[in-house]
Structure formats: structure tokens, C-alpha cells
Nanobody, 122 residues
Framework: QVQLVESGGGLVQAGGSLRLSCAAS????????MGWFRQAPGKEREFVAA????????YYADSVKGRFTISRDNAKNTVYLQMNSLKPEDTAVYYC???????????????WGQGTQVTVSS
């Protein structure tokens, strides 16, 4: 089992920045990758970014490429999402996810955090 706890959400003005954190505990040695997803009101959950646990390769949705950066601290078992140049359309609940089955390329994750709200005002 892997437990994920997100933090760092909040209210920010358009153009501002926020950094989300996701602390993983439990069987973290079994992880292939971790990712961030988001879900806005009335919309389906969408992929934001992913990072491979070993090697650190990163992947982004086109909508956030160049503005968001995903990174990891293996020693702390923590993944971060640095969000810059935020837009009102980035408003959503952001979820951290972890993959222990090797299905991250299919955007299939088996562990999820509780979510953290990010609100960007115009």
C-alpha cells in the first residue's frame, strides 16, 4: 500500500504561482511513476504531469507545458508541482497519483491522494 498526502493549494491571482507537494509513504520502493491530475467543476479529471520515479523523465499536458514543472525528491519520497503563470482555467482540485503496476504510460494509477483545491482569480 502507498499513502499520498497533498498540500500547497490555495487562492492566487492570475499570473501568480503556487507549488503543490505530494508526500508518499508506505511501499514507495514499488513505484514506477507519480503524476498530477486535476478536475474542474463539471469536467472530467484530466492529466497534468507525470514523473518517472527512476530516472526522472517528465511528461506534461499541452495545456500546462512551459508553465508547470513536476519534480521529485527521492530522499523525501515527495513529488512537487510548481505552477507558474497561472490562469483562471487552471482552477480545479488537483490530485496526486502513484503507479505501482507500470501502467503510467496509459495514465492508469492505482493510488490517489485526497486532492487539494487551486483557485485562480481573474
Amino acid at each position: 500500500q502507498v499513502q499520498l498526502v497533498e498540500s500547497g493549494g490555495g487562492l492566487v491571482q492570475a499570473g501568480g504561482s503556487l507549488r503543490l507537494s505530494c508526500a508518499a509513504s508506505g511501499r514507495t520502493f514499488s513505484l514506477y511513476a507519480m503524476g498530477w491530475f486535476r478536475q474542474a467543476p463539471g469536467k472530467e479529471r484530466e492529466f497534468v504531469a507525470a514523473i518517472v520515479w527512476s530516472g526522472g523523465s517528465t511528461y506534461y499536458a499541452d495545456s500546462v507545458k512551459g508553465r508547470f514543472t513536476i519534480s521529485r525528491d527521492n530522499a523525501k519520497n515527495t513529488v512537487y508541482l510548481q505552477m507558474n503563470s497561472l490562469k483562471p482555467e487552471d482552477t480545479a482540485v488537483y490530485y496526486c497519483a502513484a503507479d505501482s503496476r507500470g501502467l503510467w504510460r496509459l495514465r492508469q494509477y492505482d493510488y490517489w491522494g485526497q486532492g487539494t483545491q487551486v483557485t485562480v482569480s481573474s
